[in-house]
Each structure stands twice: as structure tokens, then as C-alpha cells.
């Protein structure tokens, strides 16, 4: 099978293509012949030697990615609830090796869920690590309440706007930052409230706020926690409430987290139930083919895609 391995971190041009034995399975794994991969950012860093880069090198070749979509072409004879012919979407093994780089990859049975018939591979693939994250942080970790206001940061982005869209489904108030461009796609995503943030420090126009959903790192995060009510909650999924955050945030009776999102079979049946029924949408703004891997690193990188990134593979 072809598949990207990165052989020294550094660039997109480290991504190189290569010929690869097809993964044997367990017991409890399937084989899924991939359909489309999602590209995330912590997927640039790991290629960076940055992230998770050191840890899957441990178990080289290092293949990168996470995110899938495609079609079981074999079982594990533990496996139930997958057969083969089965599409099936989710993200793999987060944070261990995920390999998902690949034309085939081998997938523990619960990392994965259906894919809804009515979605398509890309789409599918784009709602994965991004919407499980957002689907964590909302619903597992802060526990959503109709008529919380939820602050979104990055609300245009990968995670942001499958956050803006879950909180909106929970009945949230939901105010998203993202730049002036981007304000008519998160109001329909589900953002009540739009903040520009070119234009605005957004701890000057946003307060009363119950929960903050931080994307940014620890400058935002510190700078957030003026948005919060008393009794509030900040949970950073880049690592932003650090000690000193969390500190400043108990003086304020303020709860201050970090979140590290987790392969669940459980939570994307949650995901693939509110896409089947329209309620939750991945937006994919570029899709490339799997001979273009360098190109969907390098938009990525950019920091200005709206939505998703994926590439087809086949």
C-alpha cells in the first residue's frame, strides 16, 4: 500500500510517499480501506518534530494522522459490531500512532463508529479529532446547560465551528471571535454573537460569560478569563491554562483546565446521529488528492482555513 511517512521532522516536503506492507490486524481491530483523511494541526507539528513526533517515532516508520473515513475490509475475530462492507469514520489511536497516512489502516474497533449513508467520505473524515474535541469540551467536560454563554475562540476554524454548532444544538447563548470575513459563516453555523477580532480585544466587549472555549494558547486564555462570570469555566485545548492561568483564575472563582481530546467510538456515534440528521455539518473549504499531502500541510499552516482540510485517497 502507499502511505507518508516522515522519516526526519522538518517541512511538508518531509512528507514522502511511500510503498508500504498492508498493517496486520488484532483481535479487537479492523482493516479499513481509507476513503479520506482529515489534516489537523497538530498533524503540521508532529511532521515539525514537534507534538506527538517523538512519541511515534518510538514505533517508526512514522506515519502520520489520525483522522479517517472508508470501508472495513476485515475484522478481528473479537470484533461485533463492525462486519465487512461497513463505512465507518472516527479518529484513531489519539494520541498514540494513529497511521492514518495511509491507503489502509488498522483501527481498533472502538475508535470508530458508522458513517452515516447520507455523508460523505470527505465530509465524514473532516469530523473527526476536530468534532470530538469540540464534542468533549462541551458536552463530557463542561457539561453544557440551555442558556449558558459559551465563548467560541477561532469560531471559523476546525474546531471552532463544530464547537459553535454543538453548543447551538444544546441551546446555548454562543459568541464566536473570528475576523469580519468569516461573521455570516459561524452566525450560520449558530453564533449568536460575532466578535471581530482585528478589531477588538475581545475581554473589552465580552463579559458575563459561563464557559470559554479556548483554541489560542495561554496569552488567550489569561486575557479570557475577564470574560467570565463568577464561577465560570476555561478549558484550553492548546495547553493555555497554565499554572499561572489556573492561579489567577481560583482568585476569581474561576475554573481553569486543559483538555487533550481521546479516541471514542462512543462519542462519534453521538457525532454521526446528529450529522445523519443534518443537525451537525462538517464545512470542508479545500479538498486534495493523496499525491498532494504537501499542499494540504502547507494550507493548514497558513491558519486561515475556514473549516476543514482533507485529502481524498481513494
Not at 496486520?24 to 481509507?34: G, H, P, S
Not at 454543538?166 to 453564533?191: L, Q
Not at 453521538?270 to 494540504?296: C, N, P, R, W
Request: hydrophobic fraction near 40%; aromatic fraction near 6%; charged fraction near 25%.
Amino acid at each position: 500500500m502507499k502511505a507518508y511517512v516522515v522519516n526526519e521532522p522538518g517541512g511538508p516536503e518531509k512528507l514522502e510517499l511511500t510503498e508500504l506492507a498492508k498493517p496486520t490486524i488484532k483481535a479487537n481491530e479492523v482493516l479499513v480501506k481509507v476513503k479520506a483523511v482529515s489534516i489537523n494541526p497538530v498533524d503540521t507539528k508532529t511532521r515539525e518534530g514537534k507534538a506527538f513526533y517523538n512519541t511515534l517515532k518510538e514505533t517508526a516508520p512514522v506515519i502520520p494522522g489520525w483522522d479517517i473515513s472508508g470501508e472495513v475490509v476485515e475484522v478481528g475475530n473479537e470484533v461485533t459490531y463492525f462486519k465487512p462492507g461497513d463505512e465507518v469514520f472516527g479518529m484513531v489511536n489519539f494520541p498514540g500512532h494513529g497511521r492514518a497516512y495511509a491507503e489502509y489502516v488498522a483501527a481498533p474497533e472502538a475508535h470508530l463508529t458508522h458513517k452515516p449513508a447520507n455523508v460523505p467520505h470527505h465530509e465524514a473524515a473532516a469530523a473527526t479529532l476536530a468534532a470530538l474535541t469540540a464534542w468533549q469540551v462541551l458536552v463530557n467536560e463542561a457539561a453544557i446547560q440551555p442558556g449558558q454563554r459559551v465563548l467560541v475562540h477561532a469560531a471559523a476554524g476546525g474546531v471552532g465551528h463544530f464547537a459553535v454548532q454543538i453548543a447551538h444544538y444544546f441551546k446555548a447563548i454562543v459568541i464566536g471571535t473570528a475576523s469580519k470575513e468569516n461573521h455570516d459563516f459561524i452566525r450560520n453555523m449558530g453564533a449568536d454573537e460575532q466578535v471581530d477580532y482585528n478589531e477588538y480585544n475581545v475581554e473589552d466587549v465580552v463579559t458575563d460569560v459561563d464557559l470559554v472555549f479556548d483554541s489560542l494558547g495561554e496569552e488567550n486564555s489569561r486575557r479570557s478569563l475577564k470574560c467570565l462570570k463568577n464561577g465560570g469555566k476555561l478549558i484550553s485545548i492548546l495547553g493555555g491554562a497554565k499554572e499561572a492561568v489556573q492561579e489567577e483564575a481560583k482568585k476569581q472563582n474561576i475554573e481553569a483546565k486543559n483538555y487533550l481530546v481521546h479516541s471514542s467510538g462512543e462519542d462519534m456515534a453521538k457525532i454521526a446521529d446528529l450529522m445523519s440528521q443534518g443537525k451537525l455539518t462538517a464545512h470542508v473549504s479545500h479538498v486534495y488528492d493523496f499525491e498532494e499531502m504537501a499542499k494540504a500541510h502547507a494550507q493548514v499552516e497558513t491558519h486561515k482555513t475556514r473549516g476543514k482540510v482533507v485529502v481524498h485517497v481513494s
